[in-house]
């Protein structure tokens, strides 16, 4: 099993910033891809970005490009996500994610954590 815990949600104005963390452990492997997924209330889990086992490759859905930056810390088994110019429908609770293999491949992830919340007021 693989154990994903979030960390730095919170409460920020539009326009702030707030960085996640992801820290993995049990039987990860950091070739894994790692990505982020948020779910607002009432809407589907959807994909936000996803990163490849180095910090090279990266997908991102196109609401947040250009704000949004995933990057990970192999020695640390930890991703992040730094989110800049927040937005108050960028609202929702965010769940890190693992899957098997070394690229985002579009399939659903094999592992997930518990979520973080992060509101942004307008």
């Known amino acids: 099993q693989v154990q994903l815990v979030e960390s730095g949600g919170g409460l920020v104005q539009a326009g702030g910033s707030l960085r996640l963390s992801c820290a993995a452990s049990?039987?990860?492997?950091?070739?894994?891809?790692m990505g982020w997924f948020r779910q607002a209330p009432g809407k589907e889990r959807e994909f936000v970005t996803a990163?490849?086992?180095?910090?090279?490759?990266?997908y991102y859905t196109n609401s947040v490009k250009g704000r949004f930056t995933i990057s990970r810390e192999n020695a640390k088994n930890t991703v992040y996500l730094q989110m800049n110019s927040l937005k108050p429908e960028d609202t929702a609770v965010y769940y890190c994610?693992?899957?098997?293999?070394?690229?985002?491949?579009?399939?659903?992830?094999?592992?997930w954590g518990q979520g973080t919340q992060v509101t942004v007021s307008s």
């Open positions: 049990g039987r990860f492997d950091s070739n894994y891809a």
């Open positions: 994610a693992s899957f098997f293999g070394t690229y985002y491949t579009g399939k659903r992830p094999d592992y």
């Open positions: 990163i490849g086992r180095s910090n090279i490759t990266t």
